[in-house]
């Protein structure tokens, strides 16, 4: 099969190399469609996720659909043909966060594009086939590609404890902003305030109602007019400052759900802030148990993935792809690889 190999910071190569073959559980996925996330960007440029470096080559890509082109031993429930999108979170089940349900914790987790367990920027991906849901036919394999974002999203919003009519402010429109944006709006939220500095990326939450500004200061000045600061507010885009500008947002008693992965790791931040407003800030760990909602969600409209801004290369251009990623050019939130 083809597959694009990382070989070294910035070093992206597509190659030949042997198909998976799927084990007890597993099935043999043909990919579709995958869509590059931020800490693919992250591996990519650093040459490390968190500290832990790759072994040799590793192929990138976690968020991922496509087609069942062949069944492990013990698979039941999937065809061959199968269209089906996918967790990527491959938990054990057996540790003390599984047994507690918190699955997205879990201490044995296999992450596909963390080292060193490829991803799916490749024509095939072995997969357990409890990870998979199957994809209607409506739902495109790009949206089918976008559910992980939007579980992440959909996590965040039931983490925040957003209640109807509450509004909300919301730091950074990429992927990860447009889908909690997305599931505010689902969630009956009142206003929905968006801070976005990319001129392209204010364009389609604007479309979907949304309040938006070029950075927090100028939420904040809206806030400060009226008194009426949200809430709820997420931090959405990891940008260096973000965190510490997302607490000042909130009203008293509100939540700051911490959804980027900030960058740097070490941030700096005023404790004045969410202590005499007594805040929650709540960090946010991928998602748990979404699946099969977004799924749902976006066969039956409820979420706008399908419109999603996005951008399609075929899998010989995943180096350009990744590169227009790193961009962020016009009103892309995800550039997608097509194999």
């Given at each position: ?13 597509v ?6 073959t ?8 043909a ?9 693919d ?17 590793l ?6 659909s ?11 429930g ?6 089906v999108?996918?967790?990527p979170?491959w ?16 201490r044995n987790v ?5 080292p060193d367990t490829n ?12 990870s ?9 394999y790009?949206?089918?590609?976008l559910?992980e ?8 919003v ?11 402010a ?8 447009v ?14 305030y968006?801070?976005e500095?990319?001129p392209g990326?204010?364009?389609?939450p ?5 309040e938006?500004?070029?950075s ?6 809206i ?17 260096p400052?973000?965190?510490?500008e997302t607490?000042?947002l909130v009203?008293?008693a ?10 740097p ?11 005499r ?6 960090f946010?760990?991928r ?8 799924v ?8 706008h993935a ?19 990623a790193?961009d962020k050019?016009?009103?892309?939130i995800?550039a997608?690889?097509?194999?």
């Amino acid at each position: 099969m083809r597959a694009a190999f990382m070989f070294a910071p910035d070093e992206m190569r597509v190659i030949e190399t042997d198909a998976p073959t799927p084990g007890p559980g597993q099935v043999l996925l043909a990919v579709r469609a995958v869509a590059i996330c931020a800490s693919d960007i992250h591996i990519f440029h650093d040459g490390h996720s968190s500290g832990v470096y790759p072994s040799g080559p590793l192929i990138l890509g976690h968020e991922f659909s496509g087609d069942v082109a062949q069944l492990g031993p013990e698979v039941s429930g999937f065809a061959v043909g199968d269209r089906v999108a996918c967790e990527p979170s491959w938990h054990c089940g057996h540790c003390d966060m599984c047994r507690q349900g918190l699955t997205n914790l879990c201490r044995n987790v296999i992450f596909p594009s963390f080292p060193d367990t490829n991803g799916a920027m490749a024509e095939y991906i072995a997969v357990p086939a409890s990870s998979l849901c199957k994809l209607p036919d409506n739902v495109s394999y790009k949206a089918g590609a976008l559910v992980e974002p939007l579980g992440v999203g959909l996590h965040a919003v039931r983490l925040s404890g957003l209640a109807e009519g509450d509004d909300v402010a919301i730091l950074g429109a990429g992927a990860i902003g447009v889908a909690v944006l997305d599931m505010c709006k689902l969630f009956g939220a009142g206003t929905i305030y968006v801070a976005e500095p990319l001129p392209g990326r204010q364009t389609f939450p604007a479309e979907l109602g949304a309040e938006v500004r070029n950075s927090a200061a100028e939420l904040q000045e809206i806030f400060e007019a009226d008194n009426s600061q949200p809430r709820v507010a997420f931090e959405a885009s990891g940008g260096p400052t973000a965190f510490a500008e997302t607490m000042p947002l909130v009203r008293p008693a509100g939540t700051a759900v911490i959804v980027g992965i900030p960058e740097p790791n070490e941030q700096v931040f005023s404790a004045r802030v969410p202590r005499r407003k007594e805040l929650i800030v709540q960090f946010c760990r991928r998602s748990r148990n979404t699946l099969e909602d977004c799924v749902a969600m976006v066969a039956e409209g409820k979420v706008h993935a399908e419109e999603y801004p996005v951008r399609e290369f075929p899998l010989e251009e995943a180096p350009q792809a990744m590169q227009a990623a790193m961009d962020k050019a016009g009103d892309m939130i995800r550039a997608i690889v097509t194999p």
